[in-house]
């Protein structure tokens, strides 16, 4: 747990104090002297219904890190038929993961809970002060830095939550802080954080998850497939570090465990468009595990901070689907760290790591 020291804190004290008396009677009230955390994921529809899901799909597929293709090409592609089809057809699938108690994505139900989590854990002194935010939709990443200014925020820490960089995901979240600092008469300074792929504390949370999930099956999969989010193979060519990220997760992993490299392969999922991605695909390899006599199968997503449509449906019911129908006969998807004790940790880990020189 990290706490500030009595001689910090007690700097802070005389700094407000010093504050206080400078200020003339008639100045406006002014918060000073805190420390902001924002985690950010990459974002959520308000509902399942077309219109919220199409604001959605439009924030998400309008950002030009998200979809390099010319401008002038791909917008009448996206405001004709992509939103005029794929809201009604994401909404389905959102509605079948929907958290019905909160009425919200599991994405900000955990999102949320790994912020208030990290709060008890590292703002109980009070100088430190943990918000979250969403890419696409909301809360924004602008309004949760504001509102973390307004707090009394000179410095603040932004995190998105990819373990593996990438410039559509890590970066797009740069960009919408930096922007929103641009607005502002009185900046907070800010760091960001940048990727943590091969952490050992990420990666010995991700194989306590794996040992703990195969130990309560009742079968022992013949292969475990650490399934990440793809990316259009031209990003890599351009020069994105994300393949090289996700590879050396997957090797460190299996190097943990003392697995060999056909027991942990990765693939790439999620492919969107006619271009081609990041090889080979997840729901590919499943078919031709199962074709080949693989009867026994596990999915990890290892570069999913939180469980999410991708992780619920897509390979949890999708992919599970594909597999047993072409021969499998046993399947199990292991959940993301979400706010569990080991995600919390790698999480709390990372934070203090990169809060150093702050506190």
Same mark, same amino acid.
């Given at each position: 747990?990290?706490?500030?020291?009595?001689?910090?804190?007690?700097?802070?004290?005389?700094?407000?104090?010093?504050?206080?008396?400078?200020? %003339?009677?008639?100045?406006?009230?002014?918060?000073?002297?805190?420390?902001?955390?924002?985690?950010?994921?990459?974002?959520?529809?308000?509902?399942?219904?077309?219109?919220?899901?199409?604001?959605?799909?439009?924030?998400?597929?309008?950002?030009?890190?998200? +979809?390099?293709?010319?401008?002038?090409?791909?917008? %009448?592609?996206? /405001?004709?038929?992509?939103?005029?089809?794929?809201?009604?057809?994401?909404?389905?699938?959102?509605?079948?993961?929907?958290? &019905?108690?909160?009425?919200?994505? %599991?994405?900000?139900?955990?999102?949320?809970?790994?912020?208030?989590?990290?709060?008890?854990?590292?703002?109980?002194?009070?100088?430190?002060?943990?918000?979250?935010?969403?890419?696409?939709?909301?809360?924004?990443?602008?309004?949760?830095?504001?509102?973390?200014?307004?707090?009394? $925020?000179?410095?603040?820490?932004?995190?998105?939550?990819?373990?593996?960089?990438?410039?559509?995901?890590?970066?797009?979240?740069?960009?919408?802080?930096?922007?929103?600092?641009?607005?502002?008469?009185?900046?907070?300074?800010?760091?960001?954080?940048?990727?943590?792929h091969d952490e050992p504390v990420y990666i010995d949370a991700l194989v306590e998850s794996i040992e703990?999930?195969?130990?309560?099956?009742?079968?022992?999969?013949?292969?475990?497939?650490?399934?990440?989010?793809? @990316?259009?193979?031209?990003?890599?060519?351009?020069?994105?570090?994300?393949?090289?990220? $996700? /590879?050396?997760?997957?090797?460190?992993?299996?190097?943990?465990?003392?697995? !060999? &490299?056909?027991?942990? +392969?990765?693939?790439? /999922?999620?492919?969107?468009? !006619?271009? &081609?991605?990041?090889?080979?695909?997840?729901?590919?390899?499943?078919?031709?595990?199962?074709?080949?006599?693989?009867?026994? @199968?596990?999915?990890?997503?290892?570069?999913?901070?939180?469980? $999410?449509?991708?992780?619920?449906?897509?390979?949890?019911?999708?992919?599970?689907?594909?597999?047993?129908?072409?021969?499998?006969?046993?399947?199990?998807?292991?959940? $993301?760290?979400?706010?569990?004790?080991?995600?919390?940790?790698?999480?709390?880990?990372?934070?203090?790591?990169?809060?150093?020189?702050?506190?």
């Amino acid at each position: 747990m990290l706490k500030p020291t009595p001689t910090f804190r007690h700097a802070e004290t005389r700094r407000e104090e010093a504050r206080a008396v400078r200020l %003339p009677a008639d100045h406006p009230a002014v918060g000073a002297g805190r420390i902001g955390v924002l985690l950010v994921n990459l974002g959520t529809p308000e509902g399942t219904s077309y219109w919220p899901m199409r604001r959605y799909l439009n924030e998400f597929l309008s950002d030009r890190r998200v +979809i390099e293709w010319p401008w002038l090409i791909w917008q %009448p592609i996206l /405001q004709g038929i992509v939103l005029s089809t794929r809201p009604t057809k994401s909404g389905a699938l959102y509605a079948s993961i929907w958290n &019905e108690a909160k009425n919200e994505s %599991p994405l900000r139900t955990f999102t949320r809970s790994q912020a208030e989590k990290l709060a008890a854990e590292l703002a109980g002194e009070g100088l430190l002060v943990v918000d979250w935010a969403m890419r696409y939709g909301k809360p924004s990443v602008a309004s949760r830095l504001e509102a973390l200014r307004e707090a009394g $925020c000179e410095r603040i820490l932004v995190f998105p939550l990819y373990p593996q960089y990438s410039a559509s995901t890590t970066a797009t979240v740069n960009d919408v802080a930096f922007d929103a600092l641009k607005t502002m008469r009185w900046q907070p300074a800010l760091r960001t954080v940048p990727p943590y792929h091969d952490e050992p504390v990420y990666i010995d949370a991700l194989v306590e998850s794996i040992e703990t999930h195969l130990a309560a099956l009742d079968f022992t999969p013949d292969v475990l497939i650490a399934s990440y989010h793809g @990316l259009p193979l031209s990003y890599f060519q351009k020069g994105d570090p994300y393949h090289c990220h $996700c /590879q050396k997760t997957s090797r460190l992993m299996r190097e943990r465990l003392g697995w !060999p &490299e056909e027991r942990l +392969i990765t693939t790439f /999922q999620s492919r969107f468009g !006619p271009e &081609e991605w990041l090889k080979p695909y997840t729901d590919e390899t499943v078919e031709r595990l199962a074709g080949e006599g693989v009867k026994r @199968l596990a999915i990890i997503n290892p570069g999913f901070v939180s469980d $999410c449509l991708e992780t619920l449906e897509e390979i949890a019911v999708e992919n599970r689907e594909v597999f047993l129908e072409h021969g499998g006969e046993n399947f199990a998807h292991i959940p $993301c760290l979400n706010d569990s004790p080991a995600g919390m940790r790698v999480i709390s880990n990372v934070v203090v790591r990169e809060l150093q020189g702050w506190i």
